[in-house]
């Protein structure tokens, strides 16, 4: 059974950091594209980072700079450091796992609170 589990959320002032993490369970993670997205109420669920199975992480403009997106194959698992939080920073934060084609994977979410 393929189990994708966040950890990290929470509530954090503004200009604040976390770290979020997700363990993958059931599937050989070095053989897929990992990354975290992000849904605010009333928005739609918005890519925030990915990093490919081999390559270049890339980011969502509005997190360059601040957000740092990493893997540890050997761990089965993926981490986001968040520096430089905002309050537009709150939403739920999903990993997802995916081979490109038809197998993609969801965790079920942290919260992220950002506020003074």
């Known amino acids: 059974q393929v189990q994708l589990v966040e950890s990290g959320g929470g509530l954090v002032q503004p200009g604040g950091s976390l770290r979020l993490s997700c363990l993958a369970n059931?599937?050989?993670?070095?053989?897929?594209?990992v990354g975290w997205y992000r849904q605010a109420p009333g928005n739609q669920r918005e890519l925030v980072a990915r990093?490919?199975?081999?390559?270049?992480?890339t980011y969502a403009d509005s997190v360059k700079g601040r957000f740092t997106i990493s893997r540890d194959n050997a761990k089965n698992m993926v981490s986001l450091q968040m520096n430089g939080l905002k309050p537009e920073d709150t939403a739920v934060y999903f990993c997802?796992?995916?081979?490109?084609?038809?197998?993609?994977?969801w965790g079920q979410g942290t919260q992220v609170t950002v506020s003074s």
């Open positions: 059931g599937i050989t993670f070095n053989f897929y594209h």
């Open positions: 990093t490919p199975r081999v390559g270049t992480p």
């Open positions: 997802e796992a995916d081979t490109g084609g038809r197998q993609e994977y």
